[in-house]
Structures are given as structure tokens and as C-alpha cells.
């Protein structure tokens, strides 16, 4: 089983920025691939993906929401995924997951890790 463990949310106004990181432990990346994701729910909404990369891959995936704001990168040494949150607005609020699959598609649709969530609120 892999954990996962975000950190980095935080308050922010509009039009700033902020980086999220997650943190992966208890799996070995030489065994297979590893999609890892970002995952965001704002009150009474649904979770939706909004951006995944497959560690040590190159193809990224980006909800339209947030494509060309949002960078998902990674330091897969480090087994670390980072999303750098540009030009945020009011509703990109919500709690931000970090999530795991080793098994496509890359956005998993129901992956088989989470990480406890980070809150991110952009203010006007």
C-alpha cells in the first residue's frame, strides 16, 4: 500500500499562488508505474480530478479549469508530487487530495490511495 501525506495549503488572495506537495511512502516505484493526482471538492460540490502525471512519465493531464495556472511537477527521488497554484481565484476554494493508482487511467477514477486533504481558500 502507498501513503500519502499533502501539505502546503494554505490562505491566499486572488491572483496569488501557492504550492501543494505530496509525500509518498510505503510503495516502490521500481515495481510498476504510479499515476499520482490532484483532487479538489468545494462545498456541495463534487471531487473532481484537476491534474495527474504518471512518476517518472511525461504526459500530464490538466482539468480545464485550472490549465495554465496549475503545474503539476515531480521529484520522484523524493517521491514527491508538487502543484504550483498561479493566478488563483475565488474558486479554486476548496480541500485539495492528493491520490494514487498504479493501474490506468492516469486521472485514476477511483484511486486506491488518498492523502488527508489540504485546505486552500482564495480570497476576493
Known amino acids: 500500500q502507498v501513503q500519502l501525506m499533502e501539505s502546503g495549503g494554505g490562505s491566499v488572495q486572488a491572483g496569488g499562488s501557492l504550492r501543494l506537495s505530496c509525500v509518498a511512502s510505503?510503495?516502490?516505484?521500481?515495481?510498476?508505474?504510479?499515476?499520482m493526482a490532484w483532487f479538489r471538492q468545494a462545498p456541495g460540490s463534487e471531487r473532481e480530478s484537476i491534474a495527474s502525471v504518471w512518476i517518472g512519465g511525461s504526459g500530464k493531464y490538466y482539468n480545464s479549469a485550472v490549465k495554465g495556472r496549475f503545474t503539476i511537477s515531480q521529484d520522484s527521488a523524493k517521491n514527491t508530487v508538487f502543484l504550483d497554484m498561479n493566478l488563483l481565484k475565488v474558486e479554486d476554494t476548496a480541500m485539495y487530495y492528493c491520490a494514487a493508482d498504479w493501474e490506468s487511467p492516469c486521472p485514476p477514477t477511483h484511486p486506491r490511495a488518498w492523502g488527508q486533504g489540504t485546505q486552500v481558500t482564495v480570497s476576493s
Open positions: 510505503g510503495h516502490t516505484y521500481t515495481s510498476g508505474r504510479v499515476c
